[in-house]
């Protein structure tokens, strides 16, 4: 669960698999009584002007009547008062009869995947340096960053990368590096929750579904890293007319 309002501004809190996180302002932080720790970059630098509050909901202090819950109790009673919309994903396949988050009247969204079709695009050989090379870690080096680049500008739509891109120098100089080629790709985007166990039975899925001479890649986008403090953006990539060959990226 999310709540809503401006990571890094405004007060935010998530809760996953019971432990309870808050972003609090100063002002927030020092009339709630919690206890936490300096938020956000400039904390390093002395500036405590946001805080962090972590607390597992599913300690023994957290039951009713208990030090734990009654701190916590005051703290949404009397300072977190302001009503919020929560962003909410339930992994489980089925729900109970009735569904408890009824009586909050919630608007339930439908995950619909966007698709494109024979987007025409100049593409850069994604077929990595071989191992053999006596340079192959610097030259992997740039393929990696170069590569990663170009589907990242896919991911967005930038016209750069279409086949007519005609863009002024003095605006933009990129282009894809190495020998390119012109192909039409196909993109599925979908945007919302997904579990561990939903990306990986999606990569199995279209692994199986194509065929050994075409590549795919799959890329899975978390949140932003300053606020969650543990995801990551990964890409897997299929190269083409191999069975076993994949590369990674982990962006932080």
Not at 13 to 20: R, V
Request: net charge positive.
């Amino acid at each position: 669960m999310l709540s809503e309002g401006q990571i890094g501004a405004g007060n935010v809190y998530f809760l996953k698999e019971g432990k309870l996180r808050l972003h609090l302002d100063r002002k927030s932080y020092e009339t709630a009584g919690l206890v936490g720790k300096p938020d956000g970059l400039m904390a390093s630098q002395g500036q405590k002007k946001r805080w962090m509050v972590e607390i597992d909901l599913r300690q023994p202090s957290m039951l009713h009547g208990k030090k734990g819950f009654t701190r916590i109790k005051y703290a949404f009673e009397k300072v977190l008062v302001r009503p919020v919309t929560w962003l909410f994903c339930n992994l489980n396949t089925t729900s109970p009869t009735p569904d408890p988050l009824d009586k909050h009247f919630p608007v339930k969204k439908m995950v619909i995947p966007k698709i494109t079709r024979n987007k025409t695009v100049t593409m850069p050989s994604l077929q990595p340096p071989l191992k053999t090379d006596h340079e192959f870690d610097t030259e992997f080096d740039y393929y990696a960053m170069e590569t990663h680049e170009w589907f990242s500008l896919v991911m967005l739509d930038s016209p750069r990368v279409c086949k007519d891109d005609m863009i002024d120098p003095a605006l933009s100089r990129y282009c894809p590096s190495g020998e390119t080629s012109v192909s039409n790709l196909a993109k599925i985007v979908w945007r919302g929750f997904i579990s561990p166990a939903s990306s990986h039975k999606l990569f199995v899925d279209i692994l199986h579904a194509t065929p050994r001479k075409f590549w795919f890649t799959i890329n899975i986008s978390g949140f932003p890293l300053e606020f969650l403090r543990e995801c990551k953006d990964c890409m897997i990539l299929k190269v083409a007319n191999t069975s076993m060959e994949y590369i990674l990226w982990e962006t932080c």
